[in-house]
């Protein structure tokens, strides 16, 4: 099953077993749990942030280096809903 649906803060793929929260514990499929829960953002981070967090993670789990995982990150990432 191919999956296209990502965190719009953090660029994570999807899947409902990570999908946020709101505050009334209902689900909200565009962003993952470790992004937002509760009806807020967990981070207080800026674009900026968020990518500079999002590098060492995409090396870790792909076989990008920092460079490639940098650039990638700095195209996607504004693209995002969290950052329009």
Known sequence: MENNK???????PLTEDIYGTEKDNS???????FCYEN?????????????????PLVVKNSDMDTETATKMLNEFIPQLKRWK
């Open 6 to 12: 990502f965190c719009q803060s953090c660029g994570m």
């Open 39 to 55: 009806g807020e953002f967990k981070q207080d981070f800026t674009m900026e942030e968020m990518i500079e967090f999002c590098i």
């Open 27 to 33: 689900t909200n499929e565009d962003y993952c749990k």
